[in-house]
């Protein structure tokens, strides 16, 4: 159990240093700042392609691999991705995530995502389950 909490914890960080040397790869530069509910309620955050939250319920990181436009027609820009991360919960659980979800810029500088999320605990009993993650972004 000790070993699958610590290589969690090591994939969680890996993830924060490989969005951070190609933070400047990203579709779209800069720090958002929000709130939202992911690990329940609580303040999300993205910079480059990271995607990180500090909730009521745990934190997550989650590193956007790919993110392309998505063509509907309405006014405002609006994009899929697909990730991969981790969380951990205040309770002890840890586990993996793939983010799957979409986000749209509807005003200057915020933007509105939606995401689900398939995950597979990995301490205690290894189990899946199905997440979904809302929110609102400010980008400076």
């Known amino acids: 159990m000790r070993i699958f909490t610590k290589a969690t914890l090591n994939f969680i960080c890996t993830l ?3 969005g951070s040397v190609h933070a400047e790869d990203a579709p779209l530069k800069g720090i958002k700042l929000g709130f939202g509910f992911d690990r329940g309620f609580g303040v999300v955050g993205a910079m ?3 995607n990180g939250f500090i909730g009521n319920d745990g934190a997550s990181v989650d ?3 790919t993110k392309d436009t998505l063509k509907i027609e309405v006014d405002a820009p609006v994009y899929w991705y697909v990730g991969a991360g981790g969380y951990g919960d205040w309770d002890g659980d840890l586990g993996v995530r793939l ?3 979409a986000e749209v810029y509807f005003a200057k500088n915020l933007d509105a995502y939606a995401q689900i999320m398939p ?3 990995v301490n205690n009993d290894a189990k899946f389950g199905l997440d979904i993650g809302i929110g609102v972004r400010y980008q400076f």
């Open 99 to 101: 983010p799957v979800g």
């Open 16 to 18: 924060m240093l490989v």
């Open 63 to 65: 590193y956007i691999f």
């Open 48 to 50: 480059g392609k990271l």
């Open 119 to 121: 995950r597979l605990r």
